[in-house]
């Protein structure tokens, strides 16, 4: 069977950061069994009413980048929110954002390309304009509660095509099972990523999607394409910790907060997001696969070095 995910070579050492443009890319060695914490912290669904503790402005935002990666975290998935603390794809906006995280912290920093359910598809796709690491791209349509998560496969061709011209790392957002068939589509039909790696996250638990589940992480684990060299999960709200365990135990890696879990247990809302991010990284302690540093993060998913000191 092939590797489809860094912890399988768990004993050995192993070079990685191979790419297209080796010149551009950090090169080291990493511990294979490490486990990379990606923290959510926003969304674009919860409203800050209905949340106050959601870090919703730039200030509030640098400052959860800054304590998450001091918690463990190395990968930042960032949605923007406007003054009104309404989603955001403004382009201003976006560029700030990414040179403020930038400059407070060395996380990887992954905008969201998903948005808010009712963004149309053509500004999602500016959002690469702001020069972030990395970007997410959802590998097919979902049912999203009572709403559409809009993802034609033309629409992922177009934003993998302007990611690959970029060099902006992809992550694979996986809502379903067909999203991996899908996946092994893209890549037929367009190669690899920038920098060679094919990072998949699966997001399990949303209504409409596939379960927040061992079963089902682990089917999704089987039908992954060989070309997939690390894979994460999370789980939506009450899923949260089985499926942080499940990915765990299976060698996967970890994304965690408040975008997908406003709950650290029953009858206790989650106050800051590095209270998600320690929890992981305990739980990956304890599972012998401590946290990745940013370092060797960007060498896991072959970033492009675009700081400037
Ligand atoms: N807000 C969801 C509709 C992503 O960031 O790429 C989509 C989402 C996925 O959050
Ligand atoms: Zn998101």
Avoid at 20 to 32: E, G, L
Avoid at 81 to 89: G, I, T
Avoid at 121 to 127: F, G, I, S
Wanted: glycine residues 8%; proline residues 7%; contains cysteine.
């Amino acid at each position: 069977m092939p590797a489809l995910c860094s912890a399988v070579d768990a004993d050995r050492w192993h070079y990685v950061g191979m790419t297209n443009n080796p010149s551009r890319i950090t090169r080291a060695v990493v511990p294979a069994a490490g486990t990379l914490i990606t923290v959510a912290p926003t969304g674009a669904e919860t409203a800050k009413s209905d949340c106050p503790q959601l870090p919703t402005t730039l200030a509030e935002l640098v400052e959860t980048a800054v304590t998450c990666q001091a918690a463990g975290a190395s990968l930042i998935h960032i949605h923007i929110r406007d003054a009104d603390h309404q989603p955001s794809l403004d382009a201003g906006l976006l560029r700030e954002t990414v040179q403020a995280v930038r400059e407070q912290t060395s996380l990887v920093i992954q905008l969201s390309t998903g948005g808010n359910v009712h963004d149309p598809l053509e500004k999602r796709l500016t959002v690469l304009d702001a020069e972030p690491d990395s970007c997410s791209l959802t590998c097919g349509t979902t049912n999203f509660g009572d709403d559409v998560f809009l993802n034609p496969f033309p629409f992922m061709a177009q934003l993998y095509r302007q990611a690959q011209e970029r060099e902006i790392v992809p992550e694979f957002e996986l809502f379903d099972l067909g999203h991996v068939a899908a996946l092994r589509r893209l890549i037929d039909a367009y190669g690899l990523p920038f920098g060679g790696k094919v990072h998949v996250d699966f997001i399990t638990g949303v209504p409409g999607g596939m379960p927040g589940t061992p079963a089902a992480l682990l089917a999704g684990i089987q039908a992954l394409p060989p070309e997939v060299t690390s894979w994460a999960a999370t789980g939506i709200g009450r899923t949260h910790l089985p499926i942080a365990a499940a990915a765990l135990a299976s060698g996967g890696h970890l994304r965690v907060g408040m975008e997908d879990n406003l709950n650290f247990a029953k009858g206790q809302p989650v106050q800051r997001n590095d209270e998600l991010v320690s929890r992981a990284a305990d739980l990956a302690r304890l599972m012998q696969r401590p946290p990745l540093n940013t370092d060797e993060a960007r060498v896991l998913l072959s970033i492009k070095d675009r700081r400037t000191v």
